[in-house]
């Protein structure tokens, strides 16, 4: 079993990983789906914000100092809508969550002798402890490194119109 700190330098790894994908992509690619209901970057790069304030890092917060609270309720599918990702600026959303995630290390790294134990009530899922709170938080980081990774390989075949199967089994 791993140490229950052992996701927070991958954490901060990961927002170099977020900076090289999304960082200088064709103003083209920014808004760009491969079909309808599809997300694209803008709006992954709220979500990456919005949950890196509101959820995790807020909800992993509430549950080290003040377990066994319900947990604030949230709405990421609903925030694409009623909070205008597709109006924001690019470039501003990802510098925002890039501060953020820096911020959100730092303040992990902060912390010691870390009541990993600790639980909140969530309306869904139940008890959740701090220390899969923090491992989810990662997973959540992957997931969307997954999803960018697709969006631009979907891109390129698209404005390429190229067979890409040489390049192996997507």
């Known amino acids: 079993?791993?140490?229950?700190?052992?996701?927070?330098?991958?954490?901060?790894?990961?927002?170099?990983?977020f900076e090289n994908l999304l960082r200088n992509v064709p103003g083209a690619m920014v808004t760009?789906?491969?079909?309808?209901?599809?997300?694209?970057?803008?709006?992954?790069?709220?979500h990456l914000l919005d949950e890196?304030?509101?959820?995790?890092?807020a909800r992993l917060r509430q549950t080290l100092e003040n377990p066994g609270q319900d947990?604030?309720?949230?709405?990421?599918?609903g925030w694409v809508a009623h909070r205008g990702y597709m109006q924001r600026d690019y470039k501003k959303v990802?510098?925002?969550?890039?501060?953020?995630?820096?911020?959100s290390v730092t303040w992990l790294l902060s912390l010691r002798d870390?009541?990993?134990?600790?639980?909140?009530?969530?309306?869904?899922y139940g008890e959740i402890s701090a220390r899969k709170f923090l491992c989810n938080w990662l997973a959540h980081d992957y997931h969307h490194i997954?999803?960018?990774?697709?969006i631009q390989?979907?891109?390129?075949?698209?404005?390429?119109?190229e067979d890409l199967t040489y390049a192996g089994n997507w």
């Open 94 to 103: 990802l510098d925002q969550f890039l501060q953020e995630r820096r911020d």
């Open 153 to 161: 390989y979907h891109y390129l075949k698209a404005k390429t119109g």
């Open 146 to 150: 997954r999803q960018i990774n697709q």
């Open 32 to 46: 760009w789906r491969k079909e309808n209901g599809a997300w694209c970057l803008l709006e992954i790069v709220c």
């Open 1 to 17: 079993m791993v140490e229950p700190e052992q996701p927070i330098p991958e954490l901060s790894r990961n927002s170099g990983v």
């Open 71 to 77: 947990l604030a309720s949230i709405d990421p599918v």
């Open 114 to 124: 870390t009541p990993w134990q600790n639980c909140s009530l969530h309306p869904e």
């Open 52 to 57: 890196e304030l509101e959820d995790f890092r």
